[in-house]
């Protein structure tokens, strides 16, 4: 079954990142970024089975080559918190071959990327596994001339945004009819479809994914998915405990009632003689009694509390999602200081211990201060240019690191909350039931003193007759047909 998912991130300088970096992890190629001197080279990564570069009709042909394209937007972009590039991933629909998904990716990029004056860098991965998608980065800048022109703010609208997630929904639907596939997928959330049946999924994530390809074990991203839904279906299993209690609760009103709509009065009392006594009527109980009974099932009883949880529940939605932004950019960060810059130092180190033994005499003259070697200092500025950036990393791992913790206390304020607006609802609700079934409960007493006074009322009016004397249909009248069964059942303790 094809899964929805159009997720996008703006590569931003001021996050330690690069375009070229990027540009070359999606593409599984090797660039270096003239910027800073840096190859970054993923040719090993597997998993990239197409890479192409659209861009408008009036761009230049050099922005076609992947490198002189991003090393082109590096340059272009000044200050060290530029925005870089935008990039959506997005899954295609698994029931389309490679070459159907290859076309959908074109009509879309396209029409809704290319057309508008982006340049835009697609690759498609993973299209043998449970997983296929493709990433397209797009530049930010208008194409003026033979070069890049001014930044295009029209371009980072929330409702274009929104237009972009439906198009893609629209436009994979479209190629799998043309397929002739009944499958459909739908950008909307799964409350907006009215689908209450399962939770929403949660993207795993390229760190999380070659964390656990590496090591064989669970990711911190897996273990936070599978506690989160862990924690929704416990959720779930306690509003359904409080509906049951609600049911029951009702049911035990609704014994009530059919009890006493099963009552049938033995001879009905005459018009003439209703005021004789002062005391109102059985028919003149019944009706305050289905009154009351009314004001018991009122459905608005359960309003407070459906206010207190929704409301709660959707502020935690929102500290959820905020955790989960956090999270990804916290494995990121890790990921960096476990993996990219000790291999950079580690690769950096081979080459200079390859200079040093090579060289062995002038290593050893610029160790003992004789003679300064030109290669050794820029090795040694390298070095420090890494360990500087491994700070940099680190300073932002904690002050990331600090946020989830804070997120983490709104999270449990707000779990408490919901915990409390439920009991409270509930304390509400039954507050309200225990006057209401008070009422009931005195009606249903009188009920019983009304009909034992008309039954009293008609023995006194009958003929002194004994019960052998008269004809077997008045007797078959009068009595109920279980011989009395029906009021020993209603006049039996209720526990």
């Not at 972009?164 to 043309?178: C, G, Q």
């Not at 001879?267 to 109980?285: M, R």
């Amino acid at each position: 079954m094809s899964m929805y998912h159009f997720s996008g991130q703006v590569i931003s300088r001021s996050d330690g990142r690069s375009s070229v970096e990027a540009a070359a992890y999606r593409s599984a190629a090797k660039l270096v970024d003239n910027r800073t001197g840096e190859t970054h080279d993923y040719r090993r990564k597997k998993g990239v089975t197409h890479s192409e570069i659209l861009a408008p009709d009036h761009a230049p042909s050099w922005m076609l080559d992947r490198t002189r394209l991003w090393d082109s937007v590096e340059a272009i972009e000044k200050r060290k918190d530029a925005q870089l590039a935008r990039e959506f991933n997005v899954a295609f629909p698994i029931e389309l071959t490679y070459e159907q998904n290859l076309a959908l990716m074109r009509d879309f990029v396209q029409v809704e990327f290319v057309e508008r004056g982006m340049v835009a860098d697609c690759n498609m991965h993973d299209l043998n596994s449970h997983n296929p998608h493709f990433h397209v980065m797009l530049s930010m800048r208008t194409i003026d001339g033979d070069g890049w022109g001014k930044k295009n703010r029209d371009w980072n609208q929330k409702e274009l945004l929104e237009h972009w997630r439906k198009a893609w929904a629209d436009t994979a639907n479209k190629h799998l009819e043309r397929a002739g596939r009944s499958e459909r997928i739908d950008h909307r959330s799964l409350v907006d479809q009215g689908i209450t049946d399962r939770e929403p999924t949660r993207h795993l994530g390229p760190h999380a994914v070659a964390f656990e390809k590496r090591t064989g074990e669970k990711s911190r991203r897996r273990e936070w998915i599978e506690e989160r839904a862990q924690a929704a279906a416990a959720a779930k299993i306690q509003e359904a405990t409080i509906a049951a209690e609600i049911v029951v609760a009702q049911r035990e009103v609704e014994v009530l009632r059919l009890d006493l709509e099963e009552v049938r009065v033995p001879v009905e009392a005459k018009p003439e003689q209703d005021n004789i006594d002062s005391a109102l009527s059985s028919d003149e109980i019944r009706l305050q009694l289905e009154q009351a009974r009314q004001k018991l099932f009122d459905p608005h009883q359960k309003v407070a509390m459906s206010k207190a949880i929704n409301g709660a529940k959707a502020d935690l939605d929102k500290i959820v999602d905020k955790r989960v932004a956090v999270f990804e950019r916290l494995w990121a960060l890790r990921d960096d200081l476990d993996n990219r810059i000790p291999d950079e130092r580690k690769q950096l180190q081979g080459v200079i211990n390859a200079w040093r033994k090579k060289n062995f005499v002038r290593a050893r003259l610029h160790d003992q201060g004789i003679s300064k070697s030109a290669e050794i200092a820029s090795y040694q500025r390298a070095l420090s240019q890494i360990d500087q950036n491994k700070h940099g990393v680190g300073k932002r791992y904690y002050q990331e690191l600090k946020v989830w913790n804070d997120l983490r206390d709104q999270h449990i304020d707000l779990e408490a909350r919901i915990e409390k607006a439920i009991s409270g609802g509930l304390a509400i609700m039954y507050a309200k039931l225990a006057p209401l079934q008070a009422e009931v409960d005195r009606l249903e007493n009188e009920l019983d003193q009304a009909l034992a006074r008309e039954q009293t009322r008609d023995a006194a009016t009958m003929p002194d007759d004994s019960p052998e004397d008269l004809p077997n249909d008045v007797i078959d009248q009068d009595l109920p047909d279980d011989n009395g069964d029906r009021y020993q059942r209603y006049q039996r303790p209720r526990g």
